[in-house]
Nanobody, 124 residues
Framework: VQLQASGGGLVQAGGSLRLSCAAS????????MGWFRQAPGKERDFVAV????????YYAGSAKGRFTIFRDNAKNTVYLQMSSLKPEDTAVYYC??????????????????WGQGTQVTVSS
């Protein structure tokens, strides 16, 4: 599986962005998909996950209520809709895939495939 993340950019605090992650291959629907982020000098942190089946989702506390993860299996794409953005959301955002991943897939080491990352910068 190859992943291509896009949609990052510069936005003012309080604004919104939608990240996209397009996957190659014909088995996208069998993968749990996650979003992680990494700020300069910090570890890669979990943001959100959507399960391979049923559409269940789970969010990090920092994302809950502001971010929404959803997928379109017909387009082999997972999205991260981000609203009420804060300067502390500034980071490189990565999408990742794990076969038959569930909402318990919340650590980076659980994932097998990674996109290249897209920069999100939130100005105050």
């Amino acid at each position: 599986v190859q992943l291509q993340a896009s949609g990052g950019g510069l936005v003012q605090a309080g604004g919104s962005l939608r990240l996209s992650c397009a996957a190659s291959g014909r088995t996208f629907s069998s993968y749990g998909m996650g979003w992680f982020r990494q700020a300069p000098g910090k570890e890669r942190d979990f943001v959100a996950v959507i399960a391979w089946s049923g559409g269940s989702t789970y969010y990090a506390g920092s994302a809950k209520g502001r971010f929404t993860i959803f997928r379109d299996n017909a387009k082999n794409t997972v999205y991260l809709q981000m609203s009420s953005l804060k300067p502390e959301d500034t980071a490189v955002y990565y999408c990742a895939a794990v076969k038959f991943g569930t909402i318990g897939s919340v650590t980076a080491r659980q994932y097998d495939y990674w996109g290249q990352g897209t920069q999100v910068t939130v100005s105050s």
